[in-house]
């Protein structure tokens, strides 16, 4: 069983939104702070946002007030929601657990492309 499990990438043009959804195994994910990576090419991959357990969420600057993560605890599922999309927005987006006893586990990655 793969832990983590991505999905909701695409083609969409700039100003645009997506929503991106990763599952996870219960444990783990009741366990783990929640997390989406991205990695540009040519780029050092990034986490761009985080949610603990409890909630609390924590973003980079470069998306702030664009993208919202959150978590549903009964799906074991943390959504992405990707609004006002920017080229620069363009990579692989990894989700990732950490944070907890289990240790750290990827999705498998999930391409976003903003462009005209």
């Known amino acids: 069983q793969v832990p983590l499990v991505e999905s909701g990438g695409g083609l969409v043009q700039p100003g645009g939104s997506l929503r991106l959804s990763c599952t996870a195994s219960g444990s783990i994910f009741r366990a783990s702070t929640m997390g989406w990576n991205r990695q540009a090419p040519g780029e050092q991959r990034e986490l761009v946002v985080s949610i603990t357990t409890d909630g609390r969420t924590n973003y980079a600057d470069s998306v702030k007030g664009r993208f919202t993560i959150s978590r549903d605890n009964a799906k074991n599922t943390v959504y992405l929601q990707m609004n006002s999309l920017k080229p620069e927005d363009t990579a692989v987006y990894y989700c990732?657990?950490?944070?907890?006893?289990?240790?750290?586990?990827w999705g498998q990655g999930t391409q976003v492309t903003v462009s005209s």
């Open positions: 990732e657990a950490f944070g907890s006893f289990y240790g750290k586990y």
